[in-house]
């Protein structure tokens, strides 16, 4: 069942039920209501009675004629007995009621009065105590003008509840459709979604509810998305690329190896590139294999001199990058500080990606390493003054094979900061970039305590 559909439903049996309880409600309340007005009536028809047909010798002439106009215009449709100590009816109508019996006028001279309702009657009487004895007054009065008004009220309460559910079904499914709207419009954008317009968010209902709330969440969902395609895209092109070479080296070598014989130094020299290219591609694969969380170099944690680490991976950029200027200063007093416990190899990868990639966004300033103590803590900050990274970008730059935009066409794989990170959080390592555009990027590294 849809939203819309089962929202009609759900308001209509809501508010239907609370329709028919009221209306039950008030048609009972009129009900008994209206009992107690006609036993009102009884009980003063009583009363008066008793007073014309006991009182007669004891009231003078004039107040016994006023009651007696008083009794005739309200025992119009009322039936009277007046019944003595023995039962035997005194006054009024002389022919038996059945209804009327010995034990309900034993119940009046204990109760002093008893009202109840037949079929077609309602009954009311009253113990009235006189000079000429103990009697009992019963007045009975047909009951069809009281059927008729609850019945005509009845008719009138049903029609009104069938017409009222028939307005609370349409005012239900105006409202449901009045709320799926937003709904509706989310869902005809989605529909109309392709690939390539991911970046283009769902446009917001400004409802501040939660419906807004899902559209916030899946515009974010769609970002995730887009930038999880363009991940892909860069990782395609960075196997694609970095694959590409070394096999076409290999396959391109051996196609020219094999048109014809070769002495043992040519073979020797076909053998150590090949294997170079081989070594290239498996170095490659276990990159991508420590990104993807399917490998990890499961080594035990070792102490090792950091800034010996720095000048070894100093020496191997120097030797492909000879006109880039990398200062080392070193500001640390206690010399145990440049001691640090971890993972070498890992760190010495991670420490390298930054120095390189410090040295390939530098425009050609220079670099300056500084390695200094911070409340007893190792603190190393790379820091290069070339293009930095856009503000919009650092929130994205350590993910994998995700590129600034204003690399330009200087090669990478985007894979160096999102390795570096893995690293340094495996070591325990606090890692933070800072970096503004055209100004460069300060990376800084906190090492644990000993």
């Known amino acids: 069942m849809k939203i819309r559909n089962r929202l009609t439903l759900i308001s209509s049996l809501t508010f239907g039920f609370v329709f028919i309880i009221a209306s ?55 039936i009277v007995r007046v019944y003595d100590v023995n039962n035997i009816i005194v006054y009024g109508e002389k022919e038996a009621d059945r209804n009327i019996s010995p034990e309900n006028l034993g119940f009046i001279r204990r109760n002093k009065k008893l009202s109840f309702k037949s079929n077609n009657h309602f009954y009311y009487g009253i113990f009235y105590n006189d000079n000429q004895g103990d009697f009992v007054v019963f007045v009975k009065t047909k009951s069809e003008v009281f059927k008729s008004q609850t019945n005509r009220l009845l008719v009138i ?119 170079e290219n081989v070594y290239h591609i498996e170095e490659i694969l276990n990159n991508l294999m420590m990104l993807s969380g399917l490998k990890t170099i499961h080594q035990e944690n070792e102490t090792f001199r950091i800034d010996e680490t720095l000048w070894d991976i100093n020496d191997k950029i120097f030797e492909i990058h000879e006109s880039q200027e990398i200062g080392i200063d070193l500001k640390v007093e206690n010399e145990e500080l440049l001691s640090v416990k971890g993972s070498e190899v890992q760190i010495k990868v991670a420490l390298y990606n930054l120095i390189e990639n410090a040295v390939k966004y530098s425009d050609g300033n220079p670099i300056k390493i500084s390695l200094s103590e911070v409340n007893s803590q190792l603190q190393i900050i790379i820091q290069d003054y070339g293009k930095g990274i856009q503000k919009e970008d650092l929130h994205y730059i350590q993910q994998t094979f995700y590129r600034g935009k204003n690399v330009g066409n200087i090669k990478g794989s985007g894979i160096g900061l999102s390795l570096a990170t893995i690293i340094f959080k495996q070591n325990n390592i606090q890692f933070t970039i800072d970096s503004e555009e055209n100004s460069g990027t300060r990376i800084t590294l906190l090492f644990p305590k000993l």
């Open 24 to 78: 039950v409600l008030i048609y009972f309340a009129f009900y008994n209501s209206s009992e107690k007005v006609v036993f009102k009536e009884l009980q003063k028809t009583c009363l008066l009675s008793a007073i014309y047909y006991l009182e007669k010798d004891e009231l003078p002439h004039y107040e016994h004629s006023a009651i007696k106009e008083q009794f005739e215009e309200n025992i119009q449709n009322d």
């Open 157 to 275: 309460m049903i029609v009104v509840l069938f017409a009222g559910l028939l307005l609370i079904f349409l005012l239900s499914r105006l409202l449901s459709n009045i709320a799926y709207r937003p709904i509706t419009k989310v869902i005809s954008q989605v529909n109309s979604m392709e690939l390539s317009s991911l970046d283009n968010p769902i446009s917001s209902s400004n409802t501040n509810d939660e419906i807004q709330d899902l559209i916030t969440t899946f515009n974010n969902l769609l970002s995730r998305l887009s930038d999880t395609f363009a991940i892909q895209k860069n990782f395609i092109n960075y196997v694609s690329h970095e694959f590409k070479t070394p096999l076409a080296s290999i396959s391109g070598n051996l196609e020219v190896f094999a048109q014809k014989d070769r002495t043992p130094e040519e073979y020797q020299k076909v053998t150590s590139e090949a294997l």
